[in-house]
């Protein structure tokens, strides 16, 4: 499978504990994205990589909540201290960026956490 | 203003008919543009991208007003299969921006 995965697809943790989740991109992408969503809404954005370089991060985005892709590859997804209200399905992306402009997106499977 | 706004639906069409949305976008320089299908409780996948010329799949097709900043998908002969939720995506500045989706019913 050359697809995006995630892992684990499925999450329950208590509040207060931290969680990590894995993303594995299609490996010829350089550009690397997490959302979150929650039911009938859009992904909402977190955050992106170009290669290893986390360029944007969302202003929405609690400082319990970070993100690395140390080798420009697979990328993790902590939250630390987790809330009841981090419940949601956490999803990953990846798409080339060529010199202008991005290219279609495709996402993996998602994880879906839920805090109890 | 939201940057991406899509009419949430849900939009009930019986089957074989043609059902058209739309989506509009704040951003003039906005540079590209999607449409995804998402099934319930599963990820988005790429639909179509939207070309200025706009463009067609098979029964699907989509087109981009740039004057009027909207982007619609039309689909035809429509099946129970196209049952799902429509999230419109817009390229601003390098970042994805994506509508809160429009759900679709198609009814035997």
């Known amino acids: 499978d050359t697809g995006v995965s995630q892992d684990p697809r499925h999450k329950i943790t208590k509040r207060g504990q931290n969680v990590t989740f894995r993303c594995d991109p299609i490996?010829?992408?350089?550009?690397l994205y997490w959302y979150r969503q929650t039911l009938g809404q859009g992904p909402e954005f977190l955050t992106y990589?170009?290669?290893?370089?986390?360029?944007?991060k969302s202003r929405l985005l609690s400082d319990r909540f970070s993100a690395e892709r140390p080798k420009g590859s697979f990328s993790t997804l902590e939250i630390q201290r987790t809330e009841q209200g981090d419940s949601a399905m956490y999803l990953c992306?990846?798409?080339?960026?060529?010199?202008?402009?991005?290219?279609?997106?495709?996402f993996g499977q998602g994880t879906r956490l839920t805090v109890v | 203003r939201k940057e991406v706004e899509q009419d949430p639906g849900p939009f009930n069409v019986p089957e074989g008919a043609t059902v058209a949305f739309n989506c509009t976008y704040s951003n003039s320089a906005s540079q590209s543009f999607f449409w995804y299908r998402q099934d319930c409780r599963k990820e988005p996948k790429l639909l179509m991208s939207?070309?200025?010329?706009?463009n067609e799949d098979g029964r699907f097709t989509a087109q981009l007003n740039r004057a009027s900043q909207y982007i619609s998908l039309l689909i035809r002969d429509s099946k129970l299969s196209d049952s799902a939720t429509y999230l419109c995506?817009?390229?601003?500045?390098?970042?994805?921006?994506w509508g809160a989706g429009t759900k679709l019913i198609i009814k035997p």
């Open positions: 995506v817009v390229n601003e500045n390098y970042q994805l921006i």
């Open positions: 990589f170009q290669n290893e370089a986390q360029l944007e």
């Open positions: 490996s010829e992408h350089n550009r």
């Open positions: 992306a990846s798409s080339l960026a060529p010199g202008q402009g991005i290219t279609e997106a495709f």
């Open positions: 939207v070309y200025s010329s706009g």
